[in-house]
Every structure is written in C-alpha cells, then in structure tokens.
C-alpha cells in the first residue's frame, strides 16, 4: 500500500535512507520534505515500511528526488512499483513531464528508469560526492501525457 508520509514517518524513513545511501539526506532536509504535501509517499507491505519516493511538483513538471527502497527488499521489483505509482499520482494531480538525476554508476536504477520509458536528456558533471572526488548525474526525463 502507498500511503502518503508525514512527519511523524521521520525516524523510519531516515533508518533506511542510512542503510541504503553512503551520502544521505540529513533529517533536516528531510523533515522539509514531509511538511509539505504530497511530497513524500511510503510502500508499506504487511505492516512494514519498505521504501519510499519524494517528488517536487511545479505547475506542470515533477521531479523525482528520492526513491529508496530498503537493502533488504531491493530487488524484488519494489523500486519499480513506488516509481509507477508515483509517476500515476503525478499525473493525476496534473504532471505533463517528470525528470530526475541518478548517479552514473547506479547502474540498477538507469535499467529501472528505462525500463519504464525515461530518456537520459542530460548530465550534470561532479554531481555527486563520493569518498574520492565527485560522480556525475545523468538526467533522466519522460512525459507522462497519455
């Protein structure tokens, strides 16, 4: 089930973020995320919250900015089922396009986004920290008017 998350979802959300990225959000930014709504939506499976998106929407663009799925459940085509069903919620609420960044070596979730039609439209050089220099981002975009 996706449910949308609040604040009150904080400590679980950030739990995975920590498990799952070298470089994870802070609370803060977070926190930021979950006061405003519809921003921020969790997979929960019996009882269980297994992974979650964050979106941006401006008029008619979204942008995804997070889609964590815990280490332990990756893989098992969670990913793709929270991307899907945000990607129809963003259209429901009136989303013409969605573009995201992903780091170039995050090779599982390139074959993810292209599996489900997105585009690779750009990059943005030295995006990423990484424990010896910075990773670019390759932008990924797809339209999502039927």
Request: glycine share 6%.
């Amino acid at each position: 089930m996706m449910r949308p998350a609040t604040t009150n979802d904080l400590n679980r959300i950030m739990a995975i973020e920590k498990r799952a990225h070298d470089y994870p959000w802070s609370d803060k930014v977070m926190l930021r995320y979950l006061q405003k709504p519809d921003a921020v939506t969790l997979l929960e499976q019996e009882g269980e919250h297994r992974g979650h998106a964050v979106v941006s929407l401006v008029l008619d663009e979204a942008e995804l900015l997070m889609i964590t799925v815990a280490p332990e459940y990756q893989g098992k085509g969670l990913g793709k089922l929270i991307l899907q069903r945000t990607m129809q919620q963003l259209q429901s609420r009136g989303a013409s396009c969605m573009f995201l960044e992903v780091r170039e070596s995050n090779e599982a979730a390139i074959a993810l986004y292209e599996s489900l039609g997105f585009c690779e439209t750009g990059r943005r050089s030295g995006y990423y920290p990484m424990k010896k220099g910075r990773e670019d981002a390759l932008i990924y975009s797809i339209e999502l008017i039927d």
